[in-house]
């Protein structure tokens, strides 16, 4: 019966992106922006930063027989600073002016640099309306170059160009946003090198050119790609984490060209995942056979009213699986509902009020062995948040559906957001999103559903950055997984913080698949995942 439902859902998705990446327009261009001069700078609201960069000693690790960097203690070297990342703080690097990126920096021979900016797409270029378009950024670097975009960069086997070098004194093109946004914000961080290598000549690093060029939107759809790895940062900040990071750890992004991507479920029978955008209206389905396959799996997965336009994020956002029915549960956040996928695509309301009373926009659930649903409902997904007319509880609740009858378990949280349960269902973890009070709770849980003895079980209030929290998973050993302040927080079952994963996207959510190790981040526009060394916990 759960396989059948889940194949006749299946068939009633429609294709809609292959698995081919668009390729980097080229030709005429609608508009062009040159950041080497101060109009160009001056219209997208935007200035360079400049940083030689030093080559540093550090400790690595020798390889063992896999060839993995887990051998015996060994020196190396390594760059400073690393700022390729978008959230990296220049703002004490020296403003240079456009027409000086020709000036000739860094010390000769062998020689490194960064170029940092950040440019708004502005209403008009000329007479052009840049809506819509696909941007890309051009650079010439004497001698070499790589380019991170909002803190990414991406590469594959046999890449030529684009994010890494492309040859002596060549043109580095890549495509630094599609379908823009007047106001949109892109982060560039250019690193130049002096070339050759072998023979570090005795000039110095300059840029030939950079700018910006606009052309038509020609793959509006967001598309998968074949697994291509990207940018990791790991904090090791107790030992115990080396037996879940490992040491040469690895993100791979899968799709991209989402608005925003959340609430990840990954059906182990049919080896797909699904995962939400809210704010396109849409459950994907992810199939990471071969070079990966993306389509369309729910449309207007959480609203179609006459008044959607008012909504920043009207669809669905977590997804789960009932673990009696085999089920697919919707959060919805416009029909401030929670749902259930029939097998002809149309969702059932399990849930939608509260003593008469329609819930906020529920936005996190997870099923306990028994069937009993446990969900959180801040009004996030209301276009207005806590002040829309459209709200009618007075607070934010947690809540648990069993046998059809709901029971409100808390309201202390001004933003319940992610939940998940300890490995052996004793304690329920909630995260908070709220700026003032970034916390992540336990419970424990009674059979009947109900909660006790709620404490906060870790604080990052006084962690940098304007992040509060998102998404929570668990391993089978019990340690945490929290969307918090600049990364993906591991966190042991004992409540202490074991390191961070940084890739170039802060996940929202993220759900565990394929043999258990892997784990699917669903971070802002992208999809990526990681493998692990231990397997996770639920769903």
Request: glycine content about 10%; charged content about 25%.
């Amino acid at each position: 019966m759960r396989r059948a439902l889940l194949v006749a859902l299946l068939a009633l998705a429609p294709r809609i992106a292959t698995a081919a990446a668009p390729p980097v327009p080229d030709g005429a261009p609608l508009a062009t922006i040159d950041l080497a001069t101060s109009a160009g700078a001056a219209l997208m609201q935007a200035q360079w930063r400049y940083s030689d960069v030093r080559i540093v000693a550090a400790m690595h690790r020798a390889p063992d027989a896999d060839g993995q960097p887990t051998g015996a203690p060994i020196e190396t070297y390594t760059i400073e600073p690393r700022a390729g990342r978008a959230e990296f703080d220049d703002s004490a690097w020296p403003v240079i002016t456009p027409e000086s990126l020709t000036a000739r920096r860094g010390n000769g021979r062998v020689a490194f640099n960064w170029y940092r900016i950040t440019v708004t797409m502005p209403e008009k270029v000329g007479a052009f309306d840049p809506s819509g378009s696909t941007v890309v950024f051009q650079t010439t670097v004497d001698d070499y170059a790589e380019i991170w975009v909002d803190g990414e960069i991406a590469r594959a086997v046999g890449q030529r160009g684009g994010s890494v070098v492309a040859g002596w004194n060549a043109p580095n093109r890549v495509v630094a946003a599609r379908s823009v946004k007047p106001g949109q914000r892109i982060s560039i961080a250019l690193f130049g090198g002096n070339g050759p290598l072998s023979d570090p000549p005795a000039n110095f690093i300059w840029v030939r050119e950079a700018k910006l060029e606009l052309y038509a939107s020609e793959h509006a759809e967001p598309y998968a790609i074949p697994p291509a790895e990207v940018n990791v940062e790991v904090e090791r900040l107790d030992p115990r984490i080396d037996r879940i990071v490992p040491q040469n750890a690895k993100i791979w992004k899968l799709a991209e060209g989402f608005q925003f991507t959340e609430g990840p479920l990954w059906l182990a029978d049919r080896a797909r995942l699904l995962f939400s955008d809210p704010n396109a209206n849409r459950i994907y389905e992810y199939d990471p056979a071969g070079e990966g396959a993306l389509r369309v799996f729910h449309e207007r997965s959480g609203y179609e009213g006459a008044d959607i336009a008012e909504y920043g994020q009207p669809g669905s956002n977590g997804l789960a699986r009932n673990p009696r029915s085999g089920a697919i549960t919707v959060a919805e956040h416009g029909r401030h509902r929670i749902s259930e996928l029939a097998a002809d695509g149309t969702a059932r309301a399990l849930v939608d009020a509260e003593s008469g009373r329609r819930l906020n926009s529920p936005n996190d659930l997870v099923f306990r062995s028994d069937g009993t649903l446990f969900f959180t409902d801040p009004p996030f997904g209301l276009p207005k948040f806590f002040d829309d007319p459209r709200k009618q509880l007075p607070y934010s609740g947690i809540y648990a559906l069993r046998s059809g009858t709901l029971r409100r378990l808390s309201t202390e949280l001004t933003g319940p957001n992610g939940i998940a349960f300890s490995p052996d269902e004793k304690f329920l973890y909630l995260t908070n999103w709220d700026e003032k009070k970034k916390v992540v709770m336990r419970y424990e849980v009674a059979r009947d559903g109900t909660l006790s003895r709620g404490r906060v079980f870790f604080d990052m209030t006084s962690a940098p950055g304007a992040e509060a929290l998102d998404g929570v998973k668990i391993d089978r050993d019990g340690n945490l997984y929290v969307s918090g302040p600049g990364g993906l927080w591991i966190i042991a079952a004992d409540g202490t913080h074991l390191g961070t994963l940084r890739g170039p996207r802060l996940p929202a959510n993220f759900a565990w698949g394929e043999d258990g190790k892997t784990l699917f981040l669903a971070a802002r526009s992208g999809l990526y995942k990681t493998r692990l060394l231990i397997p996770g916990a639920g769903q």
